[in-house]
């Protein structure tokens, strides 16, 4: 079993950057793809990046492609969202999720796919 922590969410004006963190414990030894979701206020879970084992590999969403980064450093079991350049649309509760791969240059960006979530962080981007 994989547990998630998500941190480093928080207030900013738009504008503003923010740093998420997410820290994988348990059997983090397997393989994993990891991805950000969010959740804005009244909406479904949307993907937002996602990151093979490798880290070779990321795709985005089209709303936040050049302004947002995800990276992640396994020896740490970590994975980072850099968000730059945010604006109010970017208000959301923000998820870290995993899921077991085989590939390490496999990415998932469907919600369905993925077994293991993080609680949750808020993230309010304020104009």
């Known amino acids: 079993q994989v547990q998630l922590s998500e941190s480093g969410g928080g207030l900013v004006q738009a504008g503003g950057s923010l740093r998420l963190s997410c820290v994988a414990s348990?059997?983090?030894?397997?393989?994993?793809?990891m991805g950000w979701f969010r959740q804005p206020p009244g909406k479904e879970r949307e993907f937002v990046a996602v990151?093979?084992?490798?880290?070779?590999?990321?795709l985005y969403a089209d709303s936040v492609k050049g302004r947002f980064t995800i990276s992640r450093d396994n020896a740490k079991t970590t994975m980072y969202l850099q968000m730059d350049s945010l604006i109010p649309e970017d208000t959301a509760v923000y998820y870290c999720?995993?899921?077991?791969?085989?590939?390490?240059?496999?990415?998932?960006?469907?919600?369905?796919?993925?077994?293991?979530w993080g609680q949750g962080i808020q993230v309010t981007v304020s104009s």
């Open positions: 999720a995993a899921a077991r791969t085989v590939s390490s240059g496999s990415v998932r960006t469907s919600p369905r796919e993925y077994d293991h």
């Open positions: 348990g059997r983090a030894s397997s393989w994993y793809v």
């Open positions: 990151i093979s084992w490798s880290g070779r590999s990321t």
